[in-house]
């Protein structure tokens, strides 16, 4: 198979399989980065941040194995968002999450990242924040998502 052939799923996926070998350590460097460009988003995280890298290699499975069917995808982030809004999460947070995110994929996976690879996970989290950010905050005006 070309890599240039491979879908948005599959390049996912693909950098997914990878990461996922050692989620303690993307979790590490994912809030270490969130922390250090938004340090808004530190007092949502009074708990055991390692079992707080669980949840979010959970997270990124759980998306990883529905990336191609947005009739299970969907609902799920709606209600992830819903759930975000008791935390104290604020729509704005939501790129330093995905900034944060990018950063750890590209620090843990170094060269096996790709820039399509990259490409890939901005589009899905794109997509998916933009549904999040919908169903949490109705009243944020459209042209920020």
């Known amino acids: ?7 948005v799923g599959d ?4 950098t997914w399989s990878i ?8 979790a590490a460097v994912f809030y270490d980065r969130l922390f250090e460009i938004d340090e808004t988003t530190r007092p949502l995280f009074s708990g055991d941040l390692a079992e707080q890298g669980q949840k979010l290699a959970a ?11 947005a009739e299970v995808l969907v609902p799920a982030a709606e209600e992830l968002a819903r759930r975000h809004l008791n935390y104290g999460v604020i729509y704005e947070q939501y790129a330093s999450v995905g900034g944060a995110l ?4 590209k620090t843990v996976l170094g060269q096996s990242f ?13 997509t998916l924040s933009a549904v ?4 949490a905050y109705p009243e944020c005006p459209t042209d920020l998502l």
């Open 102 to 105: 990018i950063y750890a994929l």
């Open 19 to 26: 990461a996922a070998r050692d989620p303690d350590h993307l």
């Open 114 to 126: 790709s820039q399509k690879d990259e490409a890939a996970w901005c589009e899905t989290y794109a």
């Open 1 to 7: 198979m070309f890599h240039s052939k491979l879908t």
């Open 59 to 69: 997270t990124l499975a759980y998306i990883v194995d529905h990336a191609d069917d």
């Open 11 to 14: 390049r996912i996926r693909a």
């Open 132 to 135: 999040m950010i919908k169903a």
